[in-house]
């Protein structure tokens, strides 16, 4: 049985494939970013762990991470370093009162 594969558009095969490579190209560099942030993200998150007794933040280093994971981690770091520039206590963290979260903020910008 013959098989009949069709192109979008009048693109040749050729074409097609130079595509492909292209898109291919810049999944990996897509991917090989993600997974040097996700190193620079954790070494730091390790360490800010240690300091402050805290719980890391729950991610497959195994995979790559999507941009939503990467931002939960960055934002988790950031609370960890806020922690421990302002020496704010990880269970009152929620609880701070409004000219506490205004010092939060400022210690996170």
Same mark, same amino acid.
């Not at 069709?6 to 291919?24: H, P, S, Y």
């Not at 806020?82 to 506490?100: H, I, P, Q």
């Given at each position: 049985m013959t098989r009949v594969f069709?192109?979008?558009?009048?693109?040749?095969?050729?074409?097609?494939?130079?595509?492909?490579?292209?898109?291919?190209r810049e999944l990996h560099d897509i991917r090989d970013d993600r997974l040097l942030k996700l190193k620079s993200l954790k070494d730091k998150e390790e360490q800010l762990c240690d300091v402050l007794s805290e719980k890391p933040y729950d991610v497959d280093v195994t995979a790559v991470p +999507? @941009?939503?994971?990467?931002?939960?981690?960055?934002? =988790? #770091?950031?609370?960890?370093?806020?922690?421990?520039?302002?020496?704010?206590? +990880? @269970?009152?963290?929620?609880?701070?009162?409004?000219? =506490? #979260?205004?010092?939060?903020f400022l210690c996170i910008f």
């Open positions: 069709q192109l979008t558009g009048n693109l040749t095969l050729l074409e097609r494939e130079k595509r492909l490579v292209e898109q291919l +999507s @941009t939503n994971q990467l931002a939960e981690l960055q934002e =988790n #770091v950031r609370r960890l370093e806020c922690e421990k520039v302002c020496g704010a206590d +990880s @269970t009152s963290y929620f609880s701070l009162s409004v000219v =506490n #979260v205004i010092i939060v």
